[in-house]
Each structure stands twice: as C-alpha cells, then as structure tokens.
C-alpha cells in the first residue's frame, strides 16, 4: 500500500486527507477493511456488542418502543450500515424473537450496507449459519438469505439500493471510518491538510497544507466557522441527507451511535492497530483509521427534513433505556462467579465514564410529527401526549 500511495503520490502530487483514507480502509487489493477488517477481541478494535450482548439488546428495544409509538406499521426494514462482524443484528434479532408476540403482525426483514467481501462472509455465518446464496448481478442485493430466527436478510454495496419502505436504520460505529478532509486557518486563510511524500526519507509520508485554497476549503467551511483546525467528512452529510429524505417520505428512524462531539473538537483523526493508537501515515492499510463524528454537522445535514435528537452519552442513553435493570436479572441468573464478573466487567467498559460511557454518542432522526402533533398549534388540549422517545427521556418504568 505504501509503495502504490508513493508512486501515486510522485506522479501526480500530494492528496487530500479524505483521498489517503479512501486508499487506506477500501483500496480493492490491500485497504484495511477489503483485507482485514479487524473488529474483535483478535482484531485491531473493539466495539460495544463485541463487550456485552445488552448493548444489542437494549438497541433491539429502541427500535421496538419507535415502531410501537409511531402506530405499530405492518413492516419493519432493519438496515444496518456497515455491521461489522453482525454481532449487533444478531442481538437485535434475539429481542424480535423473544417479542415475536408483538411483532406477529408485521412484516420483519433485515437489509445489511457492507462494502468488505470479508466481513460480508462473516456477517452471513453469524446471522444465517452460512446459508446464504449470491444474487444475479442485476439484482440490487448482491446476496440474501434467512437468519437463524427466520428473519430475511439483504446485503448491498450502497444505501441507495436499499429497497424503499417504512425503514429503522442503524449507524454504529460507521461514520467514524467515512473519509474526512481536514483544514487549517493560516494568516493567509483556510488551507486544506494534505498528504505527501517527505522528501527527506523517501518511504515515509506527511502532512503539508496546500499552497492556496482548494475546491473543499471553498465548500466545506462555514463562514462563522471559529476554530482553527477543522474536520469535514461530506460522505457523512450526503449519507444524512438520504438517510433524513427517506424518513421524511417513508418514515421510521435512524440511531447513530458513535464517537464524535458537536462541533466542538478540532484534530481527532488517529490510528489503531492490536487495540493501541498507531500513527496514521506509517504502514497504510495495516491500521485502522478514524475520526470524531461532528454531530453539529449530521445536524446541519439533515436539513430540517426530520427532527434530530441528541448527541447524548452513551451511558445515558443506556441508563434510560434501562441498562442496570437488565444487569440485575443477568446476575440473578448467572450461576458461576466468572459469569457475573464477565457482566461486572463489561458493564463497567459501557459506562464509566473514562471508558464508552462518554466519548460515544448517541444521536437519532425521527420524523416530526413523532416530537410534534401536526395539528397541535390549533388546538394544544385535544390531543393525548406523545410517548417519550425511548433512551433519549428518563422512562418511569411502571
């Protein structure tokens, strides 16, 4: 990877940030994501449902409580975009199982966004016990097959083959690996942070700002921008922007959870590799690379076509969906001490604040008749009160 970025970088000069982290992650032949894509214990990072199968619960019961407030519709997409190792819809689909009473109803099937050949594979093995079959090349699905629960699954390459319809949609940890381009204000202006070859050691990158302002720093920067150092990720406000036009023409719902602030924070794009911050630009395609998701701007993206809810910490959404309730029963139980400590142990990485518990967020788009009653501004008395959006309000459990 390296030896193909110095060649690109000799021949044509220094590329934007977002270009290096396109190569790096999903390069066709050697990107970190086409390659390895190592989440897990055994892999390069961790996520929540790898720590603890009540974090896929409790988000299986979000969706549920939106889908039971909005007027229980008779069906039900599940998209999930980028889903990792599918330890977060296997969770999810355990909760539709166990409510299957509720659900009888209506209609269920599970879309999955997966660009990765690998982690397709591993998703299918997870979620259907391998049993899945390629699709025809003219079919938008490029392969479908029935989770171990019964429940139909699609995987696509894109958001937009995704067949429209009343959707719940489910964003963790995805906009985090989108490409960024990032900006530095200099006595001249913006300049946009790009990479180069040093020409000190040759085998080596860095970073350089561009001479003048290029296209990005014309469209990316707000005006009343008053930082010094910026991060944009356009990929990001385009997936918002079709992720809000759905909602608002199909309805359903979107919860993004990831690290990220709300417009806040300036330099946040670092490396991991075997769970421990790597720099950047050394070994491309071996690490995997990250930034902070801007929330203000998924916000400003969304484009007053849905109503938007949150950033709120992680532990408070969990705590409000009714996480230590779920620990309880899950002690009562466990019969053996590792058990119990496992739970204990897990737990504590969701919540305590100097671990999950506050550098992840939750955030989530909701059509607006589903925080305002359309017809409330005429007459406020006659309508019953909306429910509270689950997670996102104290629940008083009865």
């Known amino acids: 990877m390296l030896r193909h970025l110095a060649r690109k970088l ?4 220094p590329v934007t940030v977002a270009e290096y982290m396109r190569e790096a992650l999903t390069n066709p032949g050697q990107g970190y994501y086409t390659r390895r894509g190592g ?48 330890t977060l819809t296997e969770d999810i689909l355990r909760v539709f199982k166990q409510l299957a009473s509720v659900l009888s109803k209506c209609d269920v099937s599970v879309h999955l966004v997966e660009v990765s050949p690998k982690l397709s594979e591993i998703q299918a093995e997870v979620l259907t016990g391998g049993k899945v079959q390629p699709n025809p090349a003219e079919e938008l699905a490029y392969m479908k097959g029935i989770s171990k629960t019964g429940i139909p699954i699609s995987w696509y390459r894109d958001i937009q083959d995704v067949p429209p319809g009343y959707s719940f949609y489910l964003a963790h940890e995805f ?27 040759p085998d080596q990158l860095r970073f350089v700002l561009s001479p003048s302002r290029t296209p990005a720093t014309q469209n990316f920067i707000q005006p009343e921008e008053t930082r010094d150092h910026v991060e944009v990720c356009p990929e990001a406000g385009v997936i918002v922007q079709r992720l809000a036009s759905r909602i608002e ?31 950047v630009l050394s070994a491309p395609g071996t690490a995997d690379l990250t930034a902070d998701v801007d929330f203000s701007y998924l916000r400003k993206m969304a484009q007053g076509k849905t109503a938007t809810l949150g950033p709120i910490k992680q532990r408070e959404f969990l ?16 019969g053996d001490t590792a058990t119990r400590e496992q739970l204990l142990h897990s737990y504590d990485m969701l919540m305590n604040p100097e671990k999950m518990g506050d550098c992840f967020n939750f955030f989530a788009l909701l059509p607006h008749h589903r925080l305002v009653h359309p017809d409330k501004k005429d007459k406020p008395e006659s309508k019953s009160p909306l429910p509270p959006v689950a997670g996102f309000n104290e629940l008083s459990l009865q």
């Not at 990032?182 to 946009?192: A, C, I, L, N």
């Not at 719902?253 to 075997?274: I, P, S």
């Open 249 to 279: 023409k199909d309805g359903g719902a979107a919860l993004v959870a990831d690290y990220g602030h709300d417009g806040t924070k300036t330099d946040t794009f670092r490396g991991f590799r075997n769970h421990k911050l790597h720099d």
């Open 319 to 334: 705590k409000n969906m009714g996480i230590d309730l779920r620990l309880q029963v899950l002690l009562q139980n466990s």
């Open 175 to 201: 906009f985090d690996a989108l490409p960024i381009h990032k900006f530095q204000r200099t006595e001249k202006g913006w300049r946009e942070v790009l990479v180069d070859i040093d020409p000190e050691v």
């Open 39 to 86: 989440v897990g214990e055994s892999g390069d990072f961790i996520t929540s449902p790898e720590i603890s199968q009540v974090f896929g619960e409790l988000i299986g019961i979000w969706y549920i409580s939106e889908w039971m407030a909005m007027g229980k519709p008779n069906t039900f997409q599940l998209v999930e975009l980028g889903p990792g190792r599918g």
């Open 10 to 13: 000799r021949a044509s000069g």
